[in-house]
Protein backbone atom coordinates (compact mmCIF):
# COMPACT_ATOMS: atom_id res chain seq x y z
CA UNK A 1 0.00 0.00 0.00
CA UNK A 2 1.60 3.41 -1.09
CA UNK A 3 2.30 5.29 1.69
CA UNK A 4 -0.54 8.64 1.74
CA UNK A 5 0.77 12.27 3.15
CA UNK A 6 1.56 13.04 6.81
CA UNK A 7 -1.03 14.39 8.27
CA UNK A 8 -0.18 17.19 10.77
CA UNK A 9 0.04 16.32 14.35
CA UNK A 10 -3.20 16.79 15.70
CA UNK A 11 -4.87 15.52 19.46
CA UNK A 12 -6.79 12.89 18.71
CA UNK A 13 -10.09 12.64 20.82
CA UNK A 14 -13.09 10.60 20.56
CA UNK A 15 -15.23 10.97 16.97
CA UNK A 16 -18.63 12.96 18.37
CA UNK A 17 -20.64 14.12 14.97
CA UNK A 18 -17.26 15.77 12.61
CA UNK A 19 -15.47 16.46 15.62
CA UNK A 20 -12.37 13.23 15.15
CA UNK A 21 -9.57 16.30 15.83
CA UNK A 22 -9.69 19.89 17.39
CA UNK A 23 -8.89 20.83 13.78
CA UNK A 24 -10.68 23.87 11.91
CA UNK A 25 -12.91 22.92 9.14
CA UNK A 26 -11.90 23.83 5.63
CA UNK A 27 -13.23 27.14 4.84
CA UNK A 28 -17.16 27.05 4.46
CA UNK A 29 -17.37 24.07 5.59
CA UNK A 30 -19.93 23.70 8.40
CA UNK A 31 -20.75 21.07 11.20
CA UNK A 32 -24.67 19.66 10.74
CA UNK A 33 -24.18 16.36 11.81
CA UNK A 34 -25.81 15.35 15.58
CA UNK A 35 -24.38 13.81 17.83
CA UNK A 36 -25.89 10.95 18.28
CA UNK A 37 -23.39 8.34 17.37
CA UNK A 38 -19.60 8.50 18.60
CA UNK A 39 -16.80 6.92 16.95
CA UNK A 40 -13.97 5.90 18.25
CA UNK A 41 -10.86 3.89 16.75
CA UNK A 42 -9.67 0.62 18.41
CA UNK A 43 -6.02 1.48 18.33
CA UNK A 44 -2.98 -1.04 17.90
CA UNK A 45 -4.02 -1.86 21.43
CA UNK A 46 -7.88 -2.35 21.13
CA UNK A 47 -6.97 -4.96 18.13
CA UNK A 48 -4.53 -6.90 19.31
CA UNK A 49 -6.95 -7.86 22.41
CA UNK A 50 -9.83 -9.05 19.84
CA UNK A 51 -7.16 -11.07 17.93
CA UNK A 52 -6.17 -12.68 20.84
CA UNK A 53 -9.83 -13.20 21.69
CA UNK A 54 -9.64 -11.23 24.96
CA UNK A 55 -12.90 -9.46 24.74
CA UNK A 56 -12.85 -7.77 28.38
CA UNK A 57 -9.48 -6.93 27.85
CA UNK A 58 -10.54 -5.18 24.75
CA UNK A 59 -13.38 -3.59 26.30
CA UNK A 60 -11.43 -2.68 29.35
CA UNK A 61 -8.70 -1.02 26.93
CA UNK A 62 -11.39 0.81 24.92
CA UNK A 63 -13.63 1.86 27.88
CA UNK A 64 -16.75 0.24 25.97
CA UNK A 65 -18.54 -2.92 26.33
CA UNK A 66 -17.51 -4.52 23.45
CA UNK A 67 -20.28 -6.93 22.29
CA UNK A 68 -19.70 -10.67 21.69
CA UNK A 69 -20.30 -9.91 17.51
CA UNK A 70 -17.04 -8.72 17.63
CA UNK A 71 -15.24 -11.70 18.12
CA UNK A 72 -16.77 -13.37 14.94
CA UNK A 73 -14.62 -11.08 13.11
CA UNK A 74 -10.67 -11.94 14.42
CA UNK A 75 -9.40 -12.20 10.81
CA UNK A 76 -10.19 -8.30 10.55
CA UNK A 77 -8.87 -8.01 13.57
CA UNK A 78 -5.44 -9.49 13.14
CA UNK A 79 -5.32 -7.98 9.22
CA UNK A 80 -5.47 -4.38 10.99
CA UNK A 81 -3.38 -5.55 13.64
CA UNK A 82 -0.63 -6.73 10.74
CA UNK A 83 -1.59 -3.10 8.60
CA UNK A 84 -0.74 -0.82 11.71
CA UNK A 85 2.67 -3.12 11.86
CA UNK A 86 3.90 -1.91 9.09
CA UNK A 87 1.43 1.04 8.56
CA UNK A 88 1.12 3.01 12.11
CA UNK A 89 0.11 6.19 11.04
CA UNK A 90 -3.23 4.46 9.94
CA UNK A 91 -4.31 3.74 13.32
CA UNK A 92 -6.38 6.39 13.72
CA UNK A 93 -7.79 5.58 10.50
CA UNK A 94 -9.13 2.43 10.64
CA UNK A 95 -11.13 0.05 12.86
CA UNK A 96 -13.87 2.45 14.62
CA UNK A 97 -16.48 1.72 17.23
CA UNK A 98 -19.58 2.74 16.77
CA UNK A 99 -21.83 3.56 19.60
CA UNK A 100 -24.50 5.97 20.86
CA UNK A 101 -23.78 9.00 22.36
CA UNK A 102 -26.10 8.68 25.07
CA UNK A 103 -25.27 5.31 26.67
CA UNK A 104 -22.32 3.97 25.03
CA UNK A 105 -24.62 0.60 23.40
CA UNK A 106 -21.99 -0.34 20.47
CA UNK A 107 -24.00 -0.40 17.66
CA UNK A 108 -21.44 -1.23 14.81
CA UNK A 109 -18.18 -0.53 13.79
CA UNK A 110 -16.87 1.43 10.77
CA UNK A 111 -13.71 3.49 9.73
CA UNK A 112 -11.40 3.72 6.60
CA UNK A 113 -9.03 0.88 5.10
CA UNK A 114 -5.96 3.10 5.63
CA UNK A 115 -5.25 6.86 5.81
CA UNK A 116 -5.35 8.99 1.91
CA UNK A 117 -3.11 7.50 -0.26
CA UNK A 118 -1.13 10.04 -2.56
CA UNK A 119 -3.80 11.02 -4.45
CA UNK A 120 -6.52 11.53 -1.31
CA UNK A 121 -8.21 8.67 -1.54
CA UNK A 122 -10.11 6.92 1.27
CA UNK A 123 -12.09 3.86 1.40
CA UNK A 124 -14.99 3.69 3.98
CA UNK A 125 -15.95 0.88 5.96
CA UNK A 126 -19.15 0.45 8.25
CA UNK A 127 -21.45 -2.52 10.00
CA UNK A 128 -24.36 -2.48 11.93
CA UNK A 129 -24.81 -5.26 14.16
CA UNK A 130 -27.94 -7.62 13.67
CA UNK A 131 -29.97 -6.23 16.63
CA UNK A 132 -29.85 -2.48 15.65
CA UNK A 133 -30.47 -2.61 12.00
CA UNK A 134 -33.34 -0.91 9.96
CA UNK A 135 -33.21 1.70 12.79
CA UNK A 136 -31.58 4.25 10.56
CA UNK A 137 -28.02 3.81 11.79
CA UNK A 138 -26.71 2.82 8.55
CA UNK A 139 -27.52 6.15 6.82
CA UNK A 140 -26.21 7.87 9.84
CA UNK A 141 -23.04 6.19 9.95
CA UNK A 142 -22.54 6.68 6.20
CA UNK A 143 -23.87 10.71 6.51
CA UNK A 144 -21.17 11.27 9.37
CA UNK A 145 -18.06 9.40 7.41
CA UNK A 146 -18.98 11.49 4.35
CA UNK A 147 -18.81 14.87 6.29
CA UNK A 148 -15.91 13.89 7.66
CA UNK A 149 -14.17 13.20 4.81
CA UNK A 150 -15.46 16.65 3.48
CA UNK A 151 -14.08 18.44 5.96
CA UNK A 152 -10.72 16.71 6.04
CA UNK A 153 -8.27 18.50 3.99
CA UNK A 154 -6.30 15.35 3.24
CA UNK A 155 -9.20 13.75 1.45
CA UNK A 156 -10.13 14.04 -1.72
CA UNK A 157 -12.33 11.29 -2.95
CA UNK A 158 -14.45 9.07 -0.89
CA UNK A 159 -14.96 5.03 -1.82
CA UNK A 160 -17.47 3.30 -1.14
CA UNK A 161 -17.64 -0.93 -2.37
CA UNK A 162 -20.23 -2.45 -2.17
CA UNK A 163 -21.40 -6.21 -3.16
CA UNK A 164 -24.15 -6.28 -5.88
CA UNK A 165 -26.19 -8.48 -3.83
CA UNK A 166 -26.59 -6.39 -1.03
CA UNK A 167 -29.39 -4.29 -1.62
CA UNK A 168 -29.82 -2.67 1.97
CA UNK A 169 -25.99 -1.06 1.39
CA UNK A 170 -26.99 -0.10 -2.41
CA UNK A 171 -29.94 1.54 -1.17
CA UNK A 172 -28.26 3.45 1.60
CA UNK A 173 -25.46 4.22 -0.81
CA UNK A 174 -27.80 5.57 -3.30
CA UNK A 175 -28.68 8.92 -1.29
CA UNK A 176 -25.68 10.30 -1.68
CA UNK A 177 -23.86 11.42 -4.69
CA UNK A 178 -21.35 8.70 -4.88
CA UNK A 179 -20.88 7.74 -8.97
CA UNK A 180 -20.34 4.22 -10.22
CA UNK A 181 -16.84 4.25 -11.36
CA UNK A 182 -16.73 0.77 -11.84
CA UNK A 183 -16.25 -3.15 -10.52
CA UNK A 184 -13.35 -5.41 -9.15
CA UNK A 185 -13.07 -8.62 -7.92
CA UNK A 186 -12.27 -8.60 -3.88
CA UNK A 187 -10.32 -11.95 -2.68
CA UNK A 188 -12.92 -11.73 0.34
CA UNK A 189 -15.99 -10.76 -1.06
CA UNK A 190 -15.94 -11.74 -4.71
CA UNK A 191 -17.64 -9.61 -6.69
CA UNK A 192 -17.95 -5.52 -5.94
CA UNK A 193 -19.44 -2.55 -7.26
CA UNK A 194 -16.74 0.52 -6.93
CA UNK A 195 -18.77 4.34 -6.18
CA UNK A 196 -16.59 6.81 -5.66
CA UNK A 197 -17.51 10.88 -4.35
CA UNK A 198 -15.10 13.64 -5.09
CA UNK A 199 -14.93 15.34 -1.63
CA UNK A 200 -12.27 18.36 -2.59
CA UNK A 201 -13.94 21.81 -1.47
Do not use: C
Not at 15 to 25: M, N, S
Not at 35 to 41: E, G, I, K, R, S
Not at 97 to 109: C, E, F, K, L, N
Amino acid sequence: MPPGPRMPQRSAVVVTGLDYWRRPARQGAQHRMSDALTFVPLKAAGLHALTAGNLAEASRITGFDLPEEYLEHAWLWEMRSLQLEDEPADEEWVAWIVARADDRTVIGRSGFHARPNEVGMVELSYTVLPQYRRRGYAGQILRQLVSFAREHPAVRILRATVSPDNAASLATLSKFPFVHVGDQMDEIDGLELVFELEVES
